[in-house]
């Protein structure tokens, strides 16, 4: 079965930091480009960043850009997000997906950031 299960949420000052990670498995992990995104309440879903395959290519979105950094480790099938400087606007369940061509979704994990 396909799997990717988002971990390393919870409840945060702001200014404070995080690391999420991403654990995959059932597909061929260094075949997939990985995204993280996320969904505040009431609000639609966002993409925040992602990784290619290989690792060599990163895309932030604007809201993030600067204080959050996506990285991968093939071996260990796992990506990560680490996020500092963490404001309010960053509250949101948090969800990694796998794609190529079909897109696996996983469950997601929750960041709190208080102000």
């Known amino acids: 079965d396909v799997q990717l299960q988002a971990s390393g949420g919870g409840l945060v000052q702001a200014g404070g930091s995080l690391r999420l990670s991403c654990a995959a498995s059932?597909?061929?992990?260094?075949?997939?480009?990985i995204g993280w995104f996320r969904q505040a309440p009431g609000k639609e879903r966002e993409g925040v960043s992602c990784?290619?395959?290989?690792?060599?290519?990163?895309y932030y979105s604007d809201s993030v850009k600067g204080r959050f950094t996506i990285s991968r480790d093939n071996a260990k099938n796992t990506v990560y997000l680490r996020m500092k400087n963490l404001k309010s606007e960053d509250t949101a369940v948090y969800f990694c997906?796998?794609?190529?061509?079909?897109?696996?979704w996983g469950k997601g994990t929750q960041v709190t950031v208080s102000s």
């Open positions: 059932g597909f061929i992990f260094d075949d997939y480009a």
């Open positions: 997906a796998g794609s190529r061509g079909i897109t696996y």
């Open positions: 990784i290619s395959s290989n690792g060599n290519t990163t």
